[in-house]
């Protein structure tokens, strides 16, 4: 355990140091022009008695320094025309942004981040406890009606009516068709469904944008768990797991030991609905406990691949949904703005942020596994 | 009692996978299915369950869908009151529950006599070591392959104790390779076992092997009772599976005519020591030694030409491991090895291994030819990629394949994928590919692994002449009472470990 | 591993032919409703942008295939060989990188991809679209390369290894043709298509923020049009933002399949094309039992 946890804040010095060299290399990304014209440009700015708005100030700027400086025309030219183009910049950068913040790190943005920083954190942790939750019911639950041999929905709908076109009586065939409507019904609901699963988080907010307050936390996480194909996927791969599990010999045994197998709901020896919806979830005396204690067992580490998406989905929402006074918010804020040292250490919170994640999703498998008296720990 | 009879058919992806016609057991017998491995004996065993699933496989038993068979009275009864022990008890126990749970749930909670059978299975132990046994949970070194299999069995024998105590009438009983590739003594401890829970109670036991060599002990160890027992063979006819009475004879006398393998004078280059390894290889914190007798003193093991050398060991002693080493796949310490003029020690980078002596000068043929072969490839693809020198043309490689399969390969055999043959003709597959070389060493992981009888006998004529043409044979096997008779006594060795203070 | 093949064998029955089909079939209706109903501008742009998006995905499928394959093969052979010290650091390195967030990786790149703009580096569109096809690659090809890694675990562990070792059989033809050509052709696939759907999700996810947020570093009007670039544009988004009405006033509907098309359609080709891509995946795993 030691090992791993070494590697881990390993990285993280890695990474951070890898951040600091690119912005060494690149030049840290503040506009080398912009700063040589504000160094040249900030004396004349600080004279008091020079008013950098009005014309006939710099038309006396102009002749003053031609007194002084008879040679040096172009000089004094150039001088003006960076004045003028500082003076547009801090024009254009009031009139546009929340104010011209200088470039960098400072004080006061600092403590602006951090508790959006910890907001972020917050909305993190709880999308991902979501997720985990939900990825284990619902593949649970997809799981059991697998095993129960229910055919897809449209198909049911088409077997019932093409059971009654041979009959030719034309009663029955309408009774079929607007029969088993709820069938199609259901078709339809669980394609909308797919739809909302499966659409990036962007879509479906500004679908909603005019129904309700996009902005709000709560819409936040249901989206988070929701959209970006976040739940689907890992439920998903907890199905897969589940699967695997299931064709395992210890199953065989345990049939051959009377265990209950059928997969029926509610009936005796067959699995209870409300059991699939807990959080601690226990099937007692049926095979399906087997199956699902190995299978959430070795879901632990995949934990770490949904935080990593995780983030990525949180990312995307709040820097496309423009939520203001969101931490990747104002990272898209500083990209704009080419604050690329700010942006870096951001990014580098994020990643310590998913590291930390890393760090505790082994520490909780670490736990397990020797609760089970996992190999690695024996002998 | 009129005995079971069933008509079994099992498909899967369109394929036929068994094909049987009056599949007997008579009732309150035990039964010993033998047959070469692969043909469709565990599979139609839990056919009988209703252990398949309806999904994959396609069933039929007795003509009726399998979805009925399994909903039908006697499929119930089979799984309520008799137990399946299946074939590898590795994967056939839970990882995260311990032992004693997994032995006391599900129908074995109302068991009684759990410690006297365990006690029973486990007669050599100290107080204690069976409770401390109990509390862990299954992994892959402990408990070993014995215990996890003798686990399996108590739970057997807990579901006999309970069906005679709920009076069911014929409960059936399945042991799927119970002794697995267990040495003797755990062998003889659980069939000692299963058939003294069969004298108590007289349910049908239908025991799956394809050691024959439980034929021997058998009529030796429970003579009295041979008319309770029944040896059948399974074997496939053109597809079918057809299920014969075997003869104990039949094998007991032709293993009384084995006679050692001995080079004849064809031998060319005489008795030539070719491979010489010295003893006191570490590896795994323990080393390992040879000797002449059991727990003798050590010397080194050698090979010579023209000979078949058997390598004998208790289970888990590290027979495979001292030859994987021999072999160069793991590194052994204090290796010192010759092999004809050349010497082979941990030293030796992998390089050479590979270009000089793996598939040149020495090779070696695993036991699980599910493993060994590639069953993606077809049968002639077996064949690429391998050092063959350049007389063994593909008509020759032909020609071989046709009298090892008995003078009769099927049309398309050359282009069927390796996964769709039977056990015992991959097996042979698996034999051939190394048999083919020009390997003046061929080391043996239990070459008789799956075969039936009649393919044991011609893999051992075919040994022999190998043999006869100058190749130096190491052998491992657990067919102890095969190659004793088969292996002259000067070539017999022991293998030892023993564990620094 | 046997396929397993629906009892009527026709291919047409099995899961992930269909849903390839039923994802060519949605997008052909999609295009004829749309010359019906777009002007064609907007369906000239729309049609450009899907191309555009496509072949950045398929960019990167190819060069995750490369890269995956070779890093999977080549670490398991710097191990083989012994070169300890090589592979430790190797892998340090991808797991480094296995633990980055893939957005967070993506915005650095893009922000490089800015800044070598600035520097007058990479000017011509292709190489920009490649150098973000690259970006999204390098985090995603680990994925691939831990799928070709546990296959040839998986036939370490048992004796398919070392009883071709003993034939004499190279170990470089065990590992790619033996172990990955002959018995993994269904993982590498399965795992290519689910990449192909991941690359699309992040490149229109990534064009969308950058273009809602107006850069006027990069003019994008350089940069190919992608979907997502395309949904962030004002029509787009006005077009999505109709979808609302929908919810109190349902009939509605036609009018929004009518008029509101330039966004809808982009919307669903997005969601269409992931569902699409999902269902491939999880046919091939199911059907090959991976």
């Known amino acids: 355990m030691k090992g791993t946890l070494h590697t881990h804040l390993l990285s993280i010095l890695v990474v951070a140091g890898a951040f600091a060299l690119i912005l060494a290399a690149t030049g840290g990304g503040t506009d080398p022009e912009a700063e040589a014209r504000r160094r040249l440009v900030a004396p004349f700015l600080e004279l008091e008695f020079f008013d950098a708005g009005d014309p006939l100030h710099r038309a006396l700027l102009k ?314 720990l024996d002998q | 009692m009129t005995p079971y009879r069933f008509d079994i058919r099992i498909r899967h992806n369109r394929r036929t996978l068994v094909e049987i016609e009056a599949f007997h057991l008579p009732k309150g017998k035990v039964t010993f299915l033998l047959g070469e491995s692969g043909i469709g004996k565990s599979l139609s065993a839990k056919a009988l369950f209703g252990l398949l699933e309806t999904e994959e496989f396609d069933a039929r038993i007795d003509g009726q869908p399998y979805a009925d068979h399994r909903r039908s009275p006697l499929a119930e009864r089979f799984l309520r009151e008799g137990f399946f022990v299946f074939q590898e008890p590795s994967t056939h126990l839970n990882p995260l529950m311990r032992l004693e749970d997994q032995i006391s749930e599900g129908s074995l909670a109302g068991a009684p006599a759990r410690a006297a059978i365990l006690a029973q299975l486990w007669q050599e132990s100290r107080p204690g070591e069976i409770q401390s046994l109990l509390e862990v949970y299954p992994k892959a070194n402990r408990p070993s392959g014995g215990e996890k299999q003798r686990i399996l069995c108590a739970m057997a024998f807990l579901k006999m104790e309970l069906a005679a105590r709920h009076g069911a009438a014929d409960p059936l009983f399945v042991f799927d390779e119970p002794t697995g590739n267990l040495d003797n003594r755990y062998r003889d401890i659980v069939l000692e076992e299963i058939l003294r829970h069969f004298r108590q109670f007289r349910p049908t036991v239908l025991l799956i092997t394809h050691d024959y060599s439980m034929i021997s002990w058998v009529t030796r160890q429970h003579g009295d009772i041979l008319e309770s027992i029944n040896f059948t063979e399974l074997s496939l006819e053109e597809g079918r599976g057809k299920l014969r009475e075997f003869q104990p004879r039949t094998y007991l006398g032709w293993l009384s005519s084995r006679q050692p393998v001995r080079s004849g004078r064809e031998a060319p280059e005489g008795h030539a020591t070719i491979l010489r390894v010295e003893s006191g290889i570490s590896v795994y914190g323990r080393t ?118 008995g003078g009769s390969i099927p049309r398309g055999f050359l282009d069927q994928e390796v996964g769709t043959l039977s056990g015992g003709q991959k097996q042979r597959l698996n034999l051939l590919r190394s048999l083919l070389l020009d390997a003046d060493v061929l080391i043996l992981d239990e070459p008789l692994n799956g075969l039936d009888f009649t393919s044991m006998q011609r893999v051992l004529e075919l040994l022999e002449r190998k043999v006869k043409e100058g190749r130096a044979l190491l052998l491992i096997s657990h067919n102890e009472e095969i190659f004793d008779a088969l292996v002259a006594p000067e070539n017999i060795y022991y293998l030892s470990a023993s564990f620094p203070e | 591993m046997n396929a397993r093949r629906s009892p009527s064998g026709r291919w047409l029955a099995n899961e992930e032919y269909r849903w390839a089909l039923l994802w060519l079939g949605g997008l052909a209706l999609l295009w004829i409703w749309n010359t019906l109903y777009l002007n064609p501008p907007a369906l000239a742009q729309l049609e450009q942008a899907f191309v555009n998006t496509l072949i950045g995905a398929a960019a990167v499928v190819v060069m995750t295939l490369l890269l995956g394959w070779s890093v999977g093969t080549g670490l398991y052979f710097l191990e083989s060989r012994g070169r300890r010290m090589v592979s430790l650091g190797l892998t340090f390195a991808l797991n480094l990188l296995r633990s980055v967030p893939q957005m967070v990786g993506i915005l650095a790149g893009y922000i490089i991809l800015t800044i070598l703009i600035q520097r007058e580096v990479l000017q011509s569109p292709a190489l920009q679209v490649l150098w973000m096809a690259f970006t999204v690659t390098a985090f995603t090809f680990l994925e691939l390369a831990d799928v070709i890694r546990e296959r040839i675990d998986f036939y370490r562990r048992s004796d398919f290894f070392d009883a071709m070792l003993c034939c004499g059989i190279r170990e470089s033809r065990i590992v790619n043709i033996e172990i990955l050509w002959k018995n993994s052709v269904a993982h590498v696939l399965q795992k290519l298509i689910a990449v192909f759907g991941m690359a699309i999700f992040l490149q229109c996810s990534i064009d969308f923020i950058i273009s809602v947020g107006l850069s006027r570093e990069v003019s994008l009007s350089n940069f190919p049009v992608t979907l997502g670039g395309l949904l962030a544009t004002l029509d787009s988004k006005q077009d999505i933002l109709a979808i609302s009405t929908f919810f109190t006033n349902p009939a509605y509907l036609l009018r929004l399949a009518t008029t509101h098309l330039q966004g809808i359609s982009v919307a669903f080709a997005i969601v269409f094309t992931l569902l699409c891509v999902y269902k491939v995946s999880n046919g091939i795993v199911r059907r090959y039992r991976l």
Not at chain 1, 287 to 299: G, M, P, T
């Open chain 2, 288 to 405: 390992l030694g040879f000797s002449r007798t059991p727990g003798g003193e050590g010397c080194p093991l050698a090979l010579r030409r023209s000979s078949m050398a058997y390598l004998k060991a208790p289970s888990g002693t590290g027979k495979t491991t001292i030859v994987k080493i021999m072999m160069g796949l793991v590194r052994g310490r204090n290796l010192r090895m010759q092999l004809g003029s050349g010497i082979l020690s941990e030293a030796t980078p992998r390089r050479l291994w590979q270009e000089r002596i793996w598939g040149k000068r020495m090779t070696m043929v695993f036991q699980h030819a599910d493993e060994a072969l590639n069953l993606r490839s077809r049968v002639r693809e077996v064949f690429e990629g391998l050092p063959l020198p350049e007389s063994r043309t593909a008509e020759a490689i032909g020609a071989e394949l046709l009298q090892f399969f």
């Open chain 1, 63 to 376: 002749e003053t320094l031609r007194l002084y400086y008879p040679s040096s025309e172009e000089k004094i030219d150039s001088l003006l025309q960076a004045i003028d183009a500082y003076r547009q910049e801090q024009f254009v950068s009031e009139t546009e942004k929340t104010g011209a913040e200088a470039l960098g790190w400072t004080s006061r943005k600092v403590a602006r981040l951090i508790p959006m920083y910890l907001q972020f954190t917050v909305i993190y942790g709880i999308v991902l406890l979501l997720t985990l939750y939900g990825a284990q019911t619902l593949g649970t639950y997809r799981f059991i009606l697998d095993r129960r041999g229910t055919p897809p929905l449209l198909r049911a709908y088409w077997r019932r009516v093409a059971a009654a076109l041979p009959t030719r009586n034309l009663l029955r065939i309408a009774a079929a068709v607007f029969g088993n409507l709820p069938l199609l019904g259901l078709a339809l609901l669980k394609g909308f469904a797919y739809a909302i699963l499966f659409a990036p988080a962007y879509v479906i907010a500004y679908s909603l944008k005019t129904r309700f307050d996009t902005d709000s936390y709560l819409f936040m996480i249901v989206l988070g768990v929701v959209s970006n194909g976040m739940v689907i996927t890992y439920a998903n791969k907890f199905y897969l797991y589940l699967i695997h599990e299931s064709r395992k010999g210890y199953v065989e045994t345990a049939i051959v030991k009377n265990l209950a197998r059928t997969f029926q709901w509610g009936v005796p020896g067959g699995i209870p609905r409300r059991a699939v919806f807990r959080i601690r979830k226990h099937f007692g005396g049926h095979v399906l406990q087997h199956i699902y204690e190995n299978a959430r067992f070795q879901y632990i580490p995949a934990l770490k691949e949904q935080a990593t998406f995780l983030v990525t989905g949180l990312i995307i929402i709040e820097m496309a949904l423009n939520i203001q006074g969101h931490f990747c918010y104002e990272m898209l804020q500083n990209i704009l703005r080419t604050d690329y040292t700010v942006v870096a250490g951001m990014l580098l919170a994020i990643f310590v942020l998913v590291k930390a994640t890393d760090i505790l999703v082994d520490l909780w498998y670490e736990r397990e596994a020797r609760r089970y008296g996992h190999p690695e």
